[in-house]
């Protein structure tokens, strides 16, 4: 054995891990305490911006990192939204195609789930103060979403 991580690759070596799971973002997710947020975001959100740490997923969707992410994530459910995405043209009634599909792999666990939306400008501000960012290169737009961590009671 060399000595050396690498954290770049998209494979993994674990049984049951999503191989989008890097050993990165996988401690990051475990050091996240109840009530900390993620923002799971697309290609054109600035991540590195909010000043927080920002994990690079690549070419994966938002679906498909939301996914993965919630595979071994929890929600939090002691508040009403802990699942929020940002508002579409400021109209909340618009549901982007990759918030729909988002929202459908959060309802696989937990079928009564609904979004909060946040405005663009609050979706930024907030960004300041989440516990990471994790980036992906998904080209649809509006695929910005914040997960709220909850228990692990098992």
């Known amino acids: 054995m ?8 998209l ?17 990051l997710l475990d050091e996240m305490g109840h009530g900390d947020e993620l ?5 054109n959100y600035p991540a590195a911006a909010s000043g927080r740490p920002v994990v690079r997923l690549g070419p994966a ?15 939090d459910r002691y ?9 579409v043209d400021d109209d909340p009634a618009i549901l982007g195609p990759s ?6 792999v959060a309802r696989a666990g937990w079928p ?12 930024y501000h907030r960004a300041q103060y989440a516990y990471a960012v994790v980036h992906t290169l998904d080209a649809r737009p509006y ?5 709220r961590k909850g228990v692990v009671n098992d």
């Open 11 to 27: 494979w993994g070596m674990l049984i049951g891990i999503n191989p989008l799971l890097s050993g990165e973002l996988l401690k």
């Open 39 to 43: 923002f799971l975001v697309d290609r």
């Open 61 to 75: 969707s938002v679906t498909d990192a939301a996914a993965a992410i919630l595979s071994v994530f929890p929600l």
């Open 99 to 104: 918030q729909a599909q988002v929202l459908a």
């Open 143 to 147: 695929g910005c979403f914040i997960l």
């Open 112 to 123: 009564e789930l609904e979004f909060g939306i946040v405005p663009r400008l609050d979706f």
């Open 79 to 87: 508040v009403d939204r802990p699942l929020e995405r940002m508002v």
């Open 2 to 9: 060399s000595g050396i991580l690498r954290s770049d690759k």
